[in-house]
């Protein structure tokens, strides 16, 4: 996978995260948070910790996927 790929594989999982939901105020909602954390997460430059271990445990989405920089694959 290339490093472009990688660094941007974060913004898919979370995509992912969203379509297991069936929306972004359904993910929102079983995050803690409005739908419009998860809209700004997805046009950011990263996802913060916080967001991605509430994602992780909401939906079947791993924290590797979400966070490979803090939380490696393995």
Do not use: Q, Y
């Not at 409005?34 to 809209?39: A, E, V, W």
């Not at 990263?46 to 509430?54: C, G, Q, R, V």
């Amino acid at each position: 996978m290339s490093a472009s790929k990688k660094k941007d594989g974060w913004r898919e999982a979370l995509r992912d995260a969203v379509d297991e939901a069936g929306s972004l105020s359904e993910l929102g909602r079983r995050c803690g948070c409005k739908h419009s954390t998860i809209i700004m997460a997805l046009k950011g430059k990263s996802i913060s910790a916080e967001l991605a271990f509430k994602v992780a445990a909401a939906t079947a989405v791993p924290l590797n996927r979400l966070r490979p920089d803090l939380w490696p694959e393995g």
